[in-house]
């Protein structure tokens, strides 16, 4: 004679299986498949220079209300450096400002890695300058304090107006 089960506990078998397995499903996905991965998007491809990159979708982002020194003015190799070290490899933030795109179809951004405010970074070291369009723009205020700052510290490109 085959040993018996409690009573009815085979009806229940398939719904404990089922639950089980859903159980396992979740888990594998949640804490294996990919960790890391981020959308193309938010993750920076290359640095083009010291206030644009290039995102893995092929998006290429021109960060909002500043200047930074073009190839063959001092000061561009440190601020383009400085902007790689951030952002280079790195999923970002981007947020949007009054304006959406430029002459030549790049998006303008504010940029974030984590809480670090990318464009702010530049101002403060003094390896970009405010290039600010409307006053309205939500950090234009930010930006011009922290560009006067630098500026009276003599860091960066406002080292040669001290000289």
Request: hydrophobic share 30%; charged share 25%.
């Given at each position: 004679?085959?040993?018996?089960?409690?009573?009815?506990?085979?009806?229940?078998?398939?719904?404990?299986?089922?639950?089980?397995a859903v159980i396992a499903?979740?888990?594998?996905?949640?804490?294996?498949?990919?960790?890391?991965r981020v959308p193309a998007g938010t993750l920076v491809a290359s640095v083009i220079d010291g206030d644009t990159i290039r995102m893995a979708d092929g998006s290429?982002?021109?960060?909002?209300?500043?200047?930074?020194?073009e190839?063959?003015?001092?000061?561009?190799?440190?601020?383009?450096?400085?902007?790689?070290e951030l952002v280079a490899g790195r999923a970002v933030k981007l947020?949007?400002?009054?304006?959406?795109?430029?002459?030549?179809?790049r998006l303008l951004r504010y940029v974030y890695v984590g809480d670090v405010f990318v464009n702010a970074e530049l101002v403060s070291a003094g390896l970009a300058r405010t290039l600010i369009f409307d006053d309205n723009e939500i950090h234009a205020a930010l930006l011009r304090r922290l560009e006067a700052e630098a500026?009276?510290?003599?860091?960066?490109?406002?080292?040669?107006?001290?000289?």
């Open positions: 004679m085959a040993p018996s089960s409690p009573s009815g506990s085979r009806r229940y078998l398939p719904v404990i299986v089922a639950i089980i499903i979740g888990y594998f996905v949640g804490h294996h498949a990919s960790p890391g290429r982002v021109r960060y909002l209300c500043i200047d930074t020194p190839r063959g003015e001092p000061y561009y190799e440190e601020a383009t450096e400085f902007n790689r947020e949007r400002g009054l304006r959406d795109v430029d002459q030549y179809g500026r009276v510290a003599g860091r960066g490109i406002w080292a040669m107006e001290q000289s």
